[in-house]
């Protein structure tokens, strides 16, 4: 084997390990393939080397099969994909290892050798994007890759140069350029990625990437907070809260509340009814529980708010999945993924709702199977209604904080009591209580309260879809109660399902009037529950067509026009016949001929408006007619056994009424003796609330809770307000609580609201990337119980473990070692969840310790080579006196010099000893010209063996001839060679050039 074929083999196996290395660093997201792989790499390259001298056209025919058939792969692969940029990078990847793999085979091919190896390149640089953090396999695969560069440039720069161009280049000036290349490309590549980094591009793909938006942490972190907070409810209702009860009724209720929360994708109204039923429970008077109630809130508040943010990111990764089903539909699937990520973030109840019609019109639109679009809508309006469940919690509680701001107890109580009717609202009449109430308030209250309304109203019908499903779930439920059989029971769910999901009142209509004749014919008891049900929906409905009115007025239309059409709308619903209504509508439609014809409305918004005008005629006719309808009287002929028991049930009612008419007046009558608060004394953080239970004393020593019926005072509504019982804390201070019924007051309860207790620490990092050797700041927020946050940072104490790893100085995080770790803070016996550390090598990092190496070498070089400099010069100056005292000792040193340059470019210069022959042969060997080597050799023949007397003219005609002879050798070199000898002669003490 000669040299070059020994260089090839060389050059193979580096390219062998280039692509293992990188195999090894993907080695977790190949699933096993990496072995088939490395083993394919090995197969291809062995096939390629052994066949390298023998016609490949089989080779090349594989190859561009292979290639085709990886091309077509990648293709379907990203169609039946999400469309998220990292998933496609992925593909990627993996067709371009597989393409190592087959082109491997023809490995042979100069150019193609090449091609693979360049390859590797994007590849390794790839690899951050999946990795979160670096093991030691990692850094040895990438100091293997590193190493595997640096061997192969040094292989092609010696071929390149030694081989090809027949140069005499020695194997050290072979290393020294694949070491500055390498490493001049490691810089820039560094440089390259520091000023853009791939997390940047990351986000800047032209593919779609997963939104984070409406969700602070990324959804794997997510999902994992939401258990590790399941798993701590689990254990705060199971060990700590049921054992405090005192019956098994409590005690299975507050089971039957943790089985409703914790559920899987329950029902919103049944998540919202859990929580509410599970804080009561946490604020009923009793040992054990008074300290940890607040705490125990937070905690639920918090799991129900990732609950909601987990599960409206799972219902968007699901519709997804439904357009994978038609994987050729790419417009249709980004439009959509686009449509749920802005439904995600929406911020406001009508941007969800405009996202959320975007969404359903481009699945409507899309080229799915009827049944995928029905799926895909189903999941749409799940997570519409998630998505509002969330905005709902959050409107909510930021209205309850603006309230206490509110200085006027009279308007503050009446908001405050709407907001609680509305957290309670259960049904219909009480929908229509809250609306009237809001519909006086927005007559009779001053201008600062009237700003409440609109959020308020908007809650409303987020309360009343959340009723809407709670309905429809307990219909269902009543029907298998029924033992239906399954094709009955199935078509009366699937009716219910109908009815919730009507868009159109035509629609709707229908399907109610399906749902009743079903309930007849089936004998399903729940005609009232039906017609609730289909009162609920027409009023939601009409929420909706009235939002698009307005949305469709406010574009061009002046406010002045607006109002008087907007309160005639509003109007409308009290009108309580049918020609009544049609009459009303007529009338609106000639306002809206006048919006078109004044050029207020567009032809495109007179056409919605009209059409969101005649279906609003339709709803309120239908509502109407719901009012007015009237329970089925067709009921099933009753058993003879059925009536007796009526009738016996009927004659001991009567008998029971008699018996309490003749009973003596005295005994009738009870009269309340005194109202006793529980608990009489309580201490409460800032910020909590409590309730406190009124407790009736009669004369017959019977007791009755008065808490609903009782009227509540506080003494000092600056330090606690309370309403029904319930003591809001908002500054510190001493407070006496009464409760008057019947014109007999309690005895007054003391409440102490002391300071606020912190009741979290947390650390605002999901997780920390620590440089070795490197610092960061860190941060600990203290969450107290009046919903305010402070930086305790200063006051709390940090563990780190393990800490060979990290340490912490003060609040100063340290990176020891490379590895992992975890932090925590704690404070009053307060811990707060452990954040993970990793300590990586940094390109920053790296660059400092190639920098701080290197650097110190390459300054005591430098000023060694001043020091020989320096040398040098004197001996020049040494030279310049001989010039002038002794010529001829000048020339000798002269010649000497020349020598000494001459052996820096040819080694073996030292084996003549004639010194005109010498010339001679020097003089042809490097061609020089006008022999002015040969004169210099002549002239120290003659100042070395001759007697004659020589001058300083002559020592300076030598000199002037060496500075000629060394200008020649130096002409036909290049830069980098000549200032490598330069370098030598400084290091010699030897001047390339002679100052006369």
């Not at 016609?55 to 292979?66: E, M």
């Not at 990092?765 to 050797?773: A, C, H, M, S, V």
């Amino acid at each position: 084997m000669d040299q070059k074929d020994k260089l090839a083999l060389s050059e193979h196996i580096c390219a062998f390990f280039l692509v293992f290395f990188v195999i090894a660093l993907f080695g977790n997201i190949l699933f096993g393939y990496n072995l088939f792989l490395i083993a394919a790499l090995a197969s291809g390259f062995t096939f390629s080397w052994l066949n390298r001298k023998l016609p490949s056209l089989w080779a090349k025919i594989f190859v561009t099969l292979g290639t085709v058939g990886i091309f077509g792969w990648m293709v379907y692969s990203v169609i039946n994909s999400s469309l998220y940029y990292k998933e496609v990078i992925l593909f990627c990847i993996k067709a371009a290892l597989l393409l190592e793999a087959v082109v491997s085979f023809d490995s042979s091919n100069a150019s193609l050798l090449s091609q693979m190896e360049a390859l590797t390149i994007p590849l390794c640089m790839g690899f951050p994007i999946f990795t979160e953090e670096y093991t030691p396999s990692a850094f040895i695969s990438i100091g293997g890759y590193f190493l595997s560069w640096l061997i192969l440039l040094r292989i092609k720069f010696y071929t390149r140069f030694a081989l090809q161009r027949r140069t005499r280049l020695v194997k050290s000036q072979a290393n020294i350029f694949a070491a500055s290349i390498f490493v001049l490309a490691t810089l820039g590549a560094w440089t390259l990625y520091s000023i853009i980094p791939l997390e940047t591009l990351q986000m800047r793909g032209i593919f779609t990437e997963k939104s984070k938006a409406g969700i602070d942490i990324a959804p794997d972190l997510l999902e994992k907070d939401y258990y590790g907070l399941q798993e701590q409810i689990n254990k705060m209702i199971v060990d700590r809260h049921i054992p405090s009860l005192s019956t098994s009724e409590e005690r299975h209720e507050a089971l039957k509340f943790l089985e409703s929360l914790i559920r899987e994708l329950p029902d919103t109204f049944e998540v919202d009814q859990a929580e509410q039923g599970l804080v009561s429970q946490f604020k009923l008077p009793g040992p054990g529980l008074e300290k940890a109630s607040g705490e125990n809130t937070v905690l639920l508040n918090k799991y129900v708010e990732i609950k909601t943010e987990l599960n409206v990111n799972r219902l968007k990764e699901n519709i997804i999945d439904v357009f994978k089903n038609n994987p050729w539909d790419i417009k249709g699937r980004l439009s959509a993924l686009d449509q749920a990520n802005k439904m995600q973030s929406a911020r406001t109840f009508e941007e969800a709702r405009k996202n959320n019609e975007r969404l359903k019109s481009t699945i409507a639109k899309s080229s799915l199977e009827e049944n995928l679009r029905t799926q895909a809508l189903a999941l749409a309006r799940l997570m519409h209604f998630w998505k509002d469940f969330g905005l709902y919690r959050h409107k909510k509680d930021e209205l309850k904080k603006e309230l206490l701001e509110q200085k006027e107890r009279k308007w503050r109580d009446e908001l405050a009591s709407l907001l609680a009717q509305i957290e309670k609202m259960h049904d219909l009449a009480e929908f229509d209580q809250v609306r009237m109430k809001i519909r006086d308030l927005r007559e009779n209250a001053p201008a600062d309260i009237k700003v409440f309304l609109d959020p308020i109203e908007e809650i409303l019908y987020v309360r009343l879809g959340m009723v809407l499903s709670g309905d429809a779930k307990e219909l269902k439920m009543q029907a298998q109660e029924q033992n239906l059989s399954g094709d009955r029971l199935l078509g009366f769910e699937e009716n219910i399902e109908a009815l919730v999901t009507s868009e159109a009142p035509q629609e709707l209509e229908r399907t109610y009037k399906t749902l009743q004749q079903r309930s007849l014919s089936d004998k399903i008891k729940g005609f009232k529950e039906n017609k609730e049900l289909a009162g609920v929906k027409t009023e939601l409905l009409l929420n909706e067509e009235k939002a698009r009115v307005k949305e469709a007025l406010q574009a061009n239309t002046p406010p002045d026009l607006q109002d008087p059409f907007l309160k005639e709308l509003e109007r409308i619903q009290d009108d309580e016949q049918e020609p009544q209504i049609i009459s009303s509508f007529r009338y609106l439609d000639g306002y809206v001929e006048e919006f078109f014809k004044s050029g207020f409305v567009s032809g495109t918004d007179q056409k919605k408006l009209l059409t969101a005008m005649q279906n609003l005629e339709q709803l309120y006719i239908f509502r109407l007619k719901l009012r007015n309808e009237f329970e089925p009287q067709e009921t099933p002929p009753a058993r003879e056994e059925e009536k007796q028991v009526a009738a016996q049930e009927e004659q001991q009612q009567k008998q029971q009424t008699e018996k309490q008419e003749t009973e003596p007046q005295s005994k009738q009558e009870k009269k309340l003796l005194q109202i006793k608060i529980l608990p009489e004394y309580l201490e409460l953080a800032l910020g909590l609330e409590r309730q406190f239970v009124a407790m009736g004393m009669y004369s017959d020593n019977s007791q009755e809770e008065l808490t609903a019926k009782a009227d509540w005072t506080c003494s000092d509504e600056k330090v606690a307000r309370v309403l029904s019982g319930n003591a809001s804390t908002l500054n510190i201070g001493t407070v006496k609580i009464t409760a008057k019924f019947e014109n007999i007051e309690s005895k007054p309860a003391t409440l102490v609201v002391k300071e606020a207790e912190l009741t979290a620490i947390v650390i605002p990092f999901n997780d920390i990337r620590l440089p070795l050797w490197g610092k960061f700041a860190l941060k600990a927020d203290g969450y107290y119980t009046d919903h305010s946050r402070k930086d305790i940072t200063d006051l709390v104490s940090w563990s780190a473990v393990p800490k060979p790893v990290i340490k912490v100085e003060k609040t100063t995080l340290c990176g020891l070692r490379l590895g992992k770790a975890k932090i925590s803070a704690e404070y009053k016996n307060i811990q707060s969840p452990e954040v993970d550390v990793r300590v990586v090598l940094t390109l920053w990092v790296l660059f400092n310790i190639i920098f701080f190496i290197i650097l110190p070498l390459v300054l005591l070089a430098a000023l060694l080579l001043f020091i020989f400099f320096v040398l040098t010069r004197q001996r020049e100056k040494k030279l310049s006196g001989l010039l002038r005292s002794n010529p001829k000792e000048a020339i000798l040193f002269i010649y000497a010099n020349a020598l000494e340059v001459l052996s820096l470019f040819e080694p073996k210069t030292k084996g003549f000893s004639a010194p005109l022959s010498f010339a001679r042969g020097v003089e042809k060997r490097f061609g020089i010209k006008d022999g002015v080597f040969l004169k210099l050799s002549a002239k120290y023949a003659e100042a070395k063996y001759s007697r004659h007397a020589l001058n300083t003219a002559d020592a300076q005609e030598a000199a002037r001839q060496h500075n000629s002879f060394s200008n020649q050798l130096c002409g036909a070199r290049g830069v980098i060679k000549l200032s490598l000898k330069m370098t030598l002669a400084i290091l010699k003490r030897r001047p390339f050039f002679i100052h006369i």
